[in-house]
């Protein structure tokens, strides 16, 4: 058993870090753009505000596997060429982007209007308002939320198997049905995504400490 | 079909979550430790990788019985048992400890306490919470097509190997789930409505 582990060690490596790299692409692209969305959907105009709530509503109302299927096939289908791991990406980035952008419209949603008025009340502009009222309060509130949300992408990035895209959950596959070891395998497979995610939900708890202010 | 998978493995996953809440609020040390174990380790693993898990692993030790359509209702029990544990700890927490102590005083034995005090008002509290839970185990449903499960996406996806038209085909398909998970959210919010508690 252990023979058979040593010798797929690298094959499982190979699936961990394209997990980790598309991982780590999704989360940052997600966080980026979901910070955007996020403000546009709390101080945006009308119709950006609209435009951005129908786009968030619908992301979160359909299957993300039927998000993927529909980027991986519809674009090309489309005339778009892409690479798989780029559809990958850009999929996972649309479901997260709509994910980041409600976490921080809910943050910044539950400071007391009181910080806002108060801030204006002392003569701050609006950037000056952001920067230092309400952002520093938000984020202690966005952080738990934000590493639920990195948690789900990391998981959500074990559906790409399905496109052929050989990350740790397809690598795991391929090796389970050449072995006939499934239970083995899987259950590596499943001690590798826990650690991943445990120590994602750790850092943020520490994060959320380090900036929380006594209140 | 997926609105049936969601409910059946709903109603599976509910009772494995009340136990396991039950083990964290009110059971022994080891008790704790093992519900406390299986809560947090299934929450942080893919859904897929446990039905791969249950589909192509139990029926290697002995477990023949599971086709495709019950091995999907057992990992989609098992991933939202995990879920829905949270879900009713945090609700047997958030029963005001007064109302227990007035149960005590009006000579309730501790089951009955349970039964007529705690657990109705578990529910009240939790049913927002359980609505979220039950939307999206209705979209973690299109996972069954990974094990061939005759179910929309896997409906979606014959169509479009037969036809080649992918853009009508997953844009019909996104809509379908779009009405469905509105008229789903419909529906519970009047649920709440009803019955949920005003705080």
Redesign the interface.
């Known amino acids: 058993m252990l023979d058979l582990l040593l010798q797929n060690a690298h094959l499982i490596w190979r699936g961990l870090s394209v997990t980790l790299e598309t991982s780590a692409w999704v989360i940052a692209a997600a966080s980026v753009s979901g910070l955007f969305t996020g403000l546009a959907l709390l101080y945006g105009p009308l119709p950006l505000r609209l435009l951005i709530r129908v786009y968030v509503d619908t992301v979160r109302g359909i299957p993300l596997l039927v998000l993927i299927f529909s980027v991986f096939y519809g674009l090309p289908a489309m005339g778009m060429q892409i690479s798989a791991f780029v559809a990958a990406v850009l999929a996972l980035s649309v479901f997260g982007t709509a994910h980041v952008s409600e976490v921080v419209r809910g943050a910044v949603d539950s400071i007391p209007d009181g910080q806002t008025e108060a801030a204006k009340a002392i003569g701050l502009t609006f950037y000056k308002r952001l920067r230092y009222v309400i952002f520093p309060q938000a984020l202690a509130r966005a952080i738990p939320p934000w590493t639920n949300t990195a948690v789900e992408l990391v998981k959500a990035s074990s559906l790409l198997a399905l496109v052929s895209i050989i990350d740790l959950l397809y690598s795991t596959e391929q090796i389970a049905a050449r072995t006939r070891e499934p239970l083995l395998f899987y259950g590596v497979a499943a001690i590798l995504y826990f650690s991943i995610n445990y120590s994602l939900s750790l850092v943020g708890a520490r994060v959320e400490k380090r900036f929380r202010y006594s209140s | 079909m997926g609105l049936g998978l969601a409910l059946l493995s709903l109603a599976i996953g509910c009772v494995i979550g009340i136990l396991a809440a039950f083990a964290r609020v009110y059971g022994g040390r080891p008790i704790k430790a093992v519900a406390t174990a299986y809560t947090?380790?299934v929450r942080?693993?893919?859904?897929?990788?446990i039905i791969?898990?249950v589909f192509?692993?139990l029926g290697?030790?002995g477990l023949h019985l599971l086709n495709n359509i019950w091995s999907f209702v057992l990992a989609l029990a098992i991933y939202s048992g995990a879920y829905l544990s949270e879900v009713f700890r945090a609700g047997m927490m958030s029963v005001p400890e007064g109302l227990i102590e007035a149960g005590k005083a009006i000579g309730l034995t501790p089951r009955k306490t349970m039964q007529f005090v705690t657990l109705p008002m578990t529910f009240r509290i939790v049913l927002p919470s359980l609505s979220n839970t039950f939307i999206s185990l209705f979209?973690?449903?299109?996972?069954a097509?990974?094990i061939s499960v005759p179910e929309l996406?896997y409906g979606?996806?014959v169509i479009?190997t037969n036809t080649w038209r992918?853009?009508e085909v997953?844009?019909t398909?996104?809509i379908m789930?779009?009405i469905t998970?509105?008229v789903l959210a419909g529906l519970l919010r009047l649920l709440e409505k009803k019955y949920a508690m005003v705080r």
């Open positions: 947090e380790f942080n693993i893919p859904l897929l990788l791969y898990f192509y692993g290697l030790i979209k973690d449903t299109s996972l097509a990974a996406t979606a996806m479009n992918i853009l997953y844009t398909v996104a789930y779009l998970c509105y």
